[in-house]
């Protein structure tokens, strides 16, 4: 088993779980809006799109990069795995290509390791929310 260094806090996770499980209904994204999805600059984002080839936003006439809520979920799988678990590039490029053979043979056969740290987040802020409550 792949041993990783956490990069942010159960705390950062929530907030940043909190700000992507906002509901998406728009159909295009600026760079800006992404990147204060997950807490992180735009150059990243710019960086993570040269490094990872599944990330393609479309671009207007200007050269404006517009992000559809797929490229946003696959941009929440590469920051659940660099900046959550701890992953290398390396390492969450291949995690990314196995996941998808995986997914590609059996939809759905498995819960995968980001919707288990979503649901501890969500769990995470409910019991924070019960605790104000109690405390009132």
Do not use: C
Not at 27 to 56: H, M, P, Q, T
């Amino acid at each position: 088993m792949q041993k990783y260094i956490p990069l942010v806090n159960k705390k950062q996770a929530m907030v940043m779980e909190e700000r992507f499980s906002q509901n998406f209904n728009k159909l295009y994204y600026s760079i800006g809006e992404v990147a204060d999805i997950f807490g992180v600059n735009a150059s990243l984002i710019r960086f993570w799109e040269k490094e990872f080839d599944v990330i393609k936003p479309k671009k207007n006439a200007k050269g404006d990069r517009k992000f559809t809520p797929k490229d946003i979920e696959i941009i929440h799988r590469i920051h659940g795995l660099v900046k959550i678990k701890g992953y290398t590039l390396e390492g969450a490029k291949k995690n990314l290509k196995s996941r998808n053979k995986s997914t590609e043979e059996s939809i759905d056969s498995k819960v995968d390791s980001d919707e288990i740290l979503m649901v501890e987040n969500v769990l995470l802020h409910i019991k924070s929310e019960l605790l104000k409550l109690k405390s009132r």
